[in-house]
C-alpha cells in the first residue's frame, strides 16, 4: 500500500470515528500534543545530535552504518578485491559492526 492511500484511510477512519464520537472521551483531548522531532531522543544526547545536525554532520552511529553498508556493497561488487582484501574488508565489516551494536545496546539502556 502506497503512503497516499494509507494517509488517506487513516484520515477516513479519524473523521468517521470523531462522528460516531469514539475520541471523545480521550485523556487528553484539547491539550496540545508534544510534536518535538527529539523526544525520544534522551536528554544528554539532545544537544549533541543538534550539534551535528546544524552542521550537517551525521551522527557517529548512523555514520558507521552507512560505512558498513557501504563496504559491504563494495564487496558484493568490486570483482579486482583479492582474496586478501575481501577477507580484510569482512573482518573491518564485522569490526565495525561489533562496536556499533555495542554503542547502540549503551544507546538504549540510556533511554
Sequence with gaps: MDEDKFMSMAER???????????DNL??????????????TPEDLRVQ???YKNAGILPPEVK???DIENWKEELKSNNSLTEEERSALRKKIQLA????????????KSI
Design 13 to 23: 477512519e479519524m473523521q468517521k470515528s470523531l462522528k460516531e464520537g469514539k475520541l
Design 64 to 66: 558507521a552504518k552507512v
Design 27 to 40: 485523556k487528553l483531548k484539547g491539550k496540545p500534543i508534544n510534536l518535538r522531532p527529539d523526544i525520544w
Design 49 to 51: 545530535y543538534k550539534i
Design 97 to 108: 559492526d561489533v562496536q556499533l551494536n555495542i554503542k547502540l545496546d549503551h544507546l538504549k
